[in-house]
Structure formats: C-alpha cells, structure tokens
C-alpha cells in the first residue's frame, strides 16, 4: 500500500464529521504553533509537548463524534500502516483544507 491510497481509502474515510476534521486541525497548527513558539522564545523543552497537543484533539474528535468500534478509541496503537503515516495524514488533511481541498 502506498501512502496516497492509505490516505484516501483508509483516513480519509475516517474523517468525515465536521467537528472531527476540526479538532485534528487544532491539534495540527496547535502542535506547529507550540513547536515555532518553543524554539522562537529559546525555550525548547517545551516542544517536547508536541505529542500531545498534536494528537490529543484528534483523540477526542474520535471519542465524542467519529466512534469505529472495529479501530478503537485509542487510535495510536493501530498497525494496519505505519505510525509516521497518520501523522502525516494528519498535516496532509490540514493541507487540504487550507488549500480550500475536500474530500
């Protein structure tokens, strides 16, 4: 699998509610934010929050309005693709929303 088709046949399908795809932005320019933040003010221990804040909003998304029983709720453990994957999906789908893309 290649990761175009893991995005569009395995993510995307994934995220399809509004407050989901919302959340997962938040933490995508919030986890950016934090990074830019924490080396621009020389301070950076505190990008070491990155996971967190990166992948905590998504989490929730998943848990309060886009619930897969057969994926689970804590989605960080899955092995159907590799890790550095979602996380790209997760950049790739902010993307597309800036750029005015959806799915």
Request: aromatic content about 16%.
């Amino acid at each position: 699998m290649t990761f175009e088709t893991f995005y569009r046949q395995t993510f995307l399908p994934e995220h399809r509610r509004p407050a989901n795809v919302a959340l997962h932005a938040l933490g995508v320019v919030g986890g950016l934010g934090l990074v830019a933040w924490a080396f621009w003010a020389a301070q950076p221990w505190w990008a070491l929050a990155w996971p967190v804040v990166h992948a905590a909003p998504g989490l929730i998304g998943h848990r309060l309005f886009e619930r897969d029983a057969a994926v689970g709720d804590l989605r960080v453990t899955r092995k159907d693709a590799p890790s550095w994957w979602f996380i790209a999906a997760n950049h790739r789908m902010v993307w597309d929303l800036v750029r005015g893309r959806r799915w």
